[in-house]
């Protein structure tokens, strides 16, 4: 038993032993140019595969302000089937609603 234990300690001892070696290299940091950046701009046929100017009000920009979260409305569905029994796996009482 002392034997498989001294072993298995020389073996993860191995694998730590190149990580005593290991030099950190310090690259140096590069500004990013934005300039630099290639743009590409698509078109709305070659976006989606359809004009959406023909279903959007227009002047219609989505990034044009930035929406909260508690102001969408979520439609939940009352009864889903997941065909068993889940109070075996739950607590009494659970409401996966509750705060």
């Not at 959007?56 to 929406?67: C, D, Q, R, T, V």
Request: proline share 8%; charged share 25%.
């Amino acid at each position: 038993m002392q034997y498989r234990k001294y072993l298995t300690t020389a073996f993860i001892a191995a694998l730590f032993l190149p990580l005593l070696s290991a030099k950190t290299v310090e690259v140096p940091k590069e500004e990013l140019d934005l300039g630099s950046v290639p743009y590409i701009e698509l078109e709305k046929e070659e976006a989606l595969g359809f004009d959406t100017s023909e279903y959007l009000p227009e002047g219609f920009n989505p990034y044009a302000e930035e929406i909260p979260v508690t102001s969408v409305n979520f439609v939940e569905e009352e009864a889903v089937e997941l065909g068993f029994d889940t109070s075996g796996y739950l607590p009494e009482n659970f409401d996966p609603y509750q705060k």
